[in-house]
């Protein structure tokens, strides 16, 4: 019995002795930004103009245009039943290193 009482006392004591070390985790958030709605995307080689979303790596500044073809603010095929896949074009980069002096 006495036996027991210890180790439930050594239990109970661990966390005042030794306190185990505290992490702050912060979780990672996703490197891009999608501005809201639906713009007319742009080639700058004036290779194509269509609907589309507007997202910015903001690890690197690229913006890409995501097409949907229409004013929707995802893609759709009509004509399939399968999910619609956008592929993304380079629009522009912005130069965040040259906000640091």
């Keep these: 019995m006495l ?3 210890l ?12 306190p185990a070390p505290v992490q702050a985790q912060w979780a990672t958030p996703d490197p891009f ?10 080639a700058p080689d004036g290779s194509k103009q269509v609907y589309g979303r507007v997202v910015v790596d903001l690890r690197n500044g690229n913006v890409w ?13 009509a004509s399939s ?9 380079l629009l522009a980069k912005f130069a965040f290193g040259d906000t640091h002096p």
Excluded: K, V
């Design 3 to 5: 036996t027991i009482a």
């Design 7 to 18: 180790t439930l006392l050594a239990i109970a004591l661990r966390p005042y002795i030794a």
């Design 33 to 42: 930004y999608i501005e809201p709605g639906t713009q007319m995307l742009r």
């Design 65 to 77: 245009g995501f097409p949907t073809f229409l004013a929707d603010t995802y893609p759709i095929n």
């Design 81 to 89: 039943n399968t999910p619609a896949t956008s592929h993304p074009f």
